[in-house]
């Protein structure tokens, strides 16, 4: 078995699937498609998941924190 079909059977196992991600360490895709509408979701079972995670919450956190040293100064 190769890894793409290793990777959509893993994709396919609703085990791997909770309400709202996806976890699977044998598929090697660190985005995968949703399983209903149109996207993609993180697999959060990927070794660099937690990385882009952790970044995206920073990002998220230190624009919020600039803003509001923004507001503040401006008051």
Do not use: C
């Not at 078995?1 to 044998?26: A, G, T, V």
């Not at 660190?30 to 697999?43: H, I, Q």
């Not at 952790?54 to 509001?68: D, E, R």
């Amino acid at each position: 078995m190769n890894q793409d079909e290793i990777n959509q059977n893993e994709w396919s196992d609703p085990k791997n699937w909770s309400l709202l991600s996806y976890s699977s360490r044998l598929d090697s895709r660190l985005f995968v498609p949703k399983r209903r509408g149109f996207g993609e979701t993180m697999n959060f079972g990927h070794k660099k998941a937690r990385i882009v995670s952790l970044t995206f919450m920073g990002l998220i956190l230190s624009s919020l924190i600039f803003a509001l040293v923004d507001i503040a100064i401006k008051h």
